[in-house]
């Protein structure tokens, strides 16, 4: 028997991971990723909410595979779909990386529902 949705969420919580905001265009086979800046938080937030305009305050850049990316983020990916998966309730796409890009800076970090800085 499976576990439930919050004891599942709960566990999860414990993994410390990157955050991150993934972008296409309509009717496109291809997509970006920007792993944020510690001092993104409210990017991610925005992107996080149900406002429809998910951009508007958002500086974004044109990638050279021509995918909006983050500006500010600190490593950027375009990538072309390779597959897609069925997932449950969700959809796992599977991409082949085309560009990347990195800049300095820390990570924002997201640890047991909030937003963490790491210690060196």
Excluded: W
Aim: hydrophobic share 35%; aromatic share 10%; net charge negative.
């Amino acid at each position: 028997m499976p576990v439930d949705d919050s004891q599942f969420k709960e566990a999860l919580s414990h993994f410390a991971s990157g955050v991150t905001v993934v972008t296409t265009q309509l009717a496109g086979k291809k997509f970006g990723i920007s792993v944020l800046g510690r001092d993104q938080g409210e990017v991610s937030n925005r992107f996080a909410s149900r406002s429809e305009d998910k951009f508007a305050g958002v500086e974004v850049q044109t990638g050279a595979n021509g995918m909006p990316l983050i500006e500010g983020a600190i490593t950027t990916l375009e990538c072309t779909l390779y597959e897609q998966l069925p997932g449950g309730d969700h959809t796992i796409f599977v991409g082949e990386v085309v560009d990347c890009g990195t800049s300095t800076g820390e990570p924002l970090v997201y640890y047991r529902s909030g937003y963490r800085s790491l210690s060196f």
